[in-house]
C-alpha cells in the first residue's frame, strides 16, 4: 500500500481483529464523505380528533384537525449514519496478501458473528414408561454453535459486571477531524478486478463499508465525532 499522509487516510481499527502489526487498517480518504442524521418527527395530537367529538364537529362543517393537533413531537433520531467507499493497492508484487487481502478480508469478518467454544449440545436420556417394557430412546441434540452478535456488546458496564466479554470495540478515523468510537457495522460489500500476482492474489480491491454509531449522539458528543483539533 502506497505511504498515506495522516490527513488524507482512513484508520480503522478492532478489539478483536488485529490486520497488520500495529492493528490498524488504512486506506485511502474518499473524495466525497456524506453523513446522514435521520430524526423521526410525529404528531401523536391528532388522535385526540377522533371519536364522537371529531364526528360532531364534522356534521357542524368544523374541522375536527385543530391547529394544536398538527405539532410535531420529537419521538427520536436515529444513530449517524455513513457509507465509505475504500481502495487498497498493493504497491508490488507479493505484497498484495499482506495489502490487499487480508485488510478486506477483516473489514468482512467486522459485520459477521463469532463462535463462543463448541457446539451446544443437549444430551436427553433413555427412560422407562411406567407399567410397559418400553423405553424412550436416548437423544443427542446438536444446535449447533453459540454466536456472539458482532460489534460492542449494548452495556459495557453490564458486561463488567459479571466478567463476560465487552464485544468488539470498532474505531473508525476519516482524516483528521472525523473519529468514531463503539461503532456497529451495517453493511460491507467487497470488489476485487481481475488483475492478480502470480499466486492469484488480487492487487486491487475496494470495500464499500457502511457503518453507525451504536448510539445517537447528543449534540455535545458530535463535537468529539467532528474534531476542529486534531
Known sequence: MPEIRAHHRVIITSSK???????????????NIQLRISPQWGHPLATLAGGATGLILSQAGVSKVAELMSVAVWEGTS????TLPL???????????????????????????????????????SVDIPGTSVSTPAL??????????PGPVPSPGFAKAFGTDPGEIITIEIGKFLKFERVVITGATASFPAIVDKAGI?????????????????????VKIMRSQG
Open 87 to 125: 481502495e487498497f493497492i498493493a504497491e508490488k508484487p507479493g505484497s498484495a496478501m499482506k495489502e490487499v487481502l487480508i485488510p478486506i478480508r477483516t473489514l468482512l469478518q467486522m459485520a459477521l458473528p463469532s463462535r463462543i467454544g463448541g457446539n451446544f449440545k443437549l444430551n436427553v436420556p
Open 202 to 222: 488480487p492487487m486491487r480491491g475496494t470495500v464499500e463499508l457502511s457503518f453507525m454509531t451504536s448510539v445517537t449522539p447528543t449534540k455535545e458528543g458530535m
Open 17 to 31: 481483529l488485529p490486520a497488520t502489526a500495529d492493528g490498524q487498517i488504512k486506506s485511502f480518504l474518499p473524495n
Open 79 to 82: 444513530p449517524v449514519e455513513m
Open 140 to 149: 443427542s441434540l446438536d444446535f449447533g454453535a453459540v454466536l456472539a452478535p
